[in-house]
């Protein structure tokens, strides 16, 4: 594996992160949006307490995201960084 293969690698590895924690936080955002008793009936209790499969559904997406962010800030780039990926796609080096 010649050194551009392993720039282009890490470019689709980044792409791959870089999406999969952008689609964690729409889905995040939008589950937030719907939660409630009348969405979620199974989550629920009658008082409107959590049963024990909603807080453990909670616990495992906040893991889950934090994961993501985690992985997502290892690269350590700036929200400008970020900004230009999501406007202009990945750049690969070498051939086309």
């Given at each position: 594996m010649n050194n551009d293969d392993k720039?282009?690698?890490?470019a689709s590895i980044i792409t791959i992160g870089m999406t999969g924690?952008?689609?964690?936080?729409?889905?995040?955002l939008i589950s937030f949006m719907?939660?409630?008793?009348s969405v979620y009936g199974?989550?629920?209790?009658?008082?409107g307490t959590l049963t024990m499969l909603g807080g453990l559904s909670m616990l495992s997406g906040v893991i889950a995201f934090v994961i993501l962010w985690g992985y997502n800030?290892?690269?350590?780039?700036?929200?400008r960084e970020d900004k230009a990926f999501i406007q202009n796609g990945?750049?690969?080096?070498?051939?086309?």
């Open positions: 720039k282009n690698s890490a924690f952008l689609l964690a936080l729409i889905h995040a719907l939660f409630s008793p199974k989550f629920f209790v009658e008082d800030m290892s690269f350590q780039t700036f929200l990945p750049v690969y080096v070498g051939k086309s």
